[in-house]
Structures are given as C-alpha cells and as structure tokens.
C-alpha cells in the first residue's frame, strides 16, 4: 500500500511568489491535514480536510489555504510569500476522526528567498 | 485546551543504555496520546499510540510508553539504546474535536 506521497520535495520561490503544493493520502483515507514546521515554531496545524470539507483551521493568515478534491487529494496554497514561510511542510492522512492514527508524508522543503 | 510539554530538548545516552524522553499533557477530554520519531530530512513515523485501552503501550522498535493519569505523563522508554535510534522525538496528544497538537521535540543523540 502506497503511503502519502509529497510533491514536490523541494521547492525554491521568491518572496511575493505564490506556491501550491500537493500531497496524495494512502488509498482510503479521507482526512487530510497539514502542518508546517520549523526550528523556531516546531510543528504547528495549518489545516484538516475531510471529505472535502474543511474542518479545522490553524492560526495562520488568509494567505494560506488548502482545498480538497473529490479523491481525496489535497492541496495548500501560499500566497505572496515572505521569508519567515520557509520551513517543511508536512501532510498527514487518516481513515477518518482526527484521533485515530495519522500517517505522514516525507514533506515539501520549501525555501523563499 | 490540550498541550504537550517535552520536558528535555537534548537527551544523550551511550548505545546499550536505557532511553528515558519526558512528557507531560495538559487535555480538557480524556486525550489520545502519540509518539512520533523523525529522522533527518524526513516525515514523520508514528512509534506508539495511547487510546484509554492498556496503560503500558508497547511501539514498535522496542519502545514503549506508559500513560499516567494521575501525573499527567506519556515517557517513552527503551531498554537498550542503538545508534540508528539518533533522532527527534514528538510527543503528540489529541483529543476532543482539536487537532493534533506536538510537543516541541527531543533530540536524541546515542554515542558509540
């Protein structure tokens, strides 16, 4: 069985660029969730998507923003980038309820310069 | 309201020596607890998970936790430490209808 596939891995963008980044749960799972991490801030929720719905937003500004389609892939979208969004941003899916077990993906690095 | 607090940022032990990574959580519901493992430049692995069934849970690579109620602690155990155990270390709780939420990490270091 596949697990959560990232793409892409790395990623380079310019401030005031946007970026979409793109994560596949394992087959089945409906429940998407993201979350960025970095060295200052640890890991810290962005979003949770199930079943195409939004169910959870973490305190991040409007520039950040993820959807869910109707196979259960997802994507997060940033928006006018700044330097303090680089970091690694992680995907995890699940069966269903939020606390049952969260398998991850291996992460986008993303770099704004 | 949940929060987990890693009570160590930095643990080092010799290889064959115990593993001892503190946790502590705050939850407002009788929570779910994880520890996840992350090795250098990748994802994140679950290694055990706590649902209110056994308080001692066993994970895999030979770790195990052992939930606490009345001193609010999840600490990850190892009998004997190998050097590919060198990674960071979350402590996870969940509960409710809130996300996930992490501890901050601990670094694990092992020398040969």
């Known amino acids: 069985k596949a697990g959560v596939t990232q793409t892409p891995r790395y990623l380079i963008k310019t401030r005031g660029q946007q970026v979409t980044l793109s994560c596949s749960p394992i087959?089945?799972?409906?429940?998407v969730s993201w979350y960025q991490q970095t060295p200052g801030q640890g890991l810290q929720f962005l979003f949770e998507?199930?079943?195409?719905?939004?169910?959870n937003k973490g305190n991040f500004p409007g520039r950040f923003s993820g959807r869910q389609f109707s196979n259960s892939r997802s994507e997060m979208n940033v928006s006018t980038l700044e330097l303090g969004d680089s970091a690694l941003y992680l995907c995890a899916s699940s069966p269903g309820p939020r606390d049952t077990e969260a398998f991850f993906g291996q992460g986008t690095r993303l770099t704004v310069v | 309201a949940q929060s987990v607090t890693q009570l160590d940022s930095h643990v080092s032990v010799s290889e064959g020596t115990p593993v001892l990574l503190r946790c502590n959580y705050s939850?407002?519901?009788?929570?779910?607890l994880f520890w996840y493992v992350q090795h250098p430049n990748k994802g994140l692995q679950l290694l055990l998970k706590y649902t209110s069934a056994a308080t001692l849970v066993k994970g895999i690579n030979g770790f195990e936790a052992e939930f606490k109620k009345s001193e609010t602690s999840f600490h990850l155990t190892k009998p004997s430490a190998h050097m590919s155990d060198a990674a960071e270390y979350f402590c996870?709780?969940?509960?409710?209808?809130?996300?996930?939420?992490f501890g901050k990490g601990t670094r694990l270091s092992v020398i040969a």
């Open positions: 996870v709780v969940s509960g409710g209808n809130t996300p996930l939420v």
């Open positions: 998507y199930f079943s195409e719905t939004q169910r």
């Open positions: 087959s089945g799972h409906r429940s």
């Open positions: 939850s407002s519901y009788s929570p779910s």
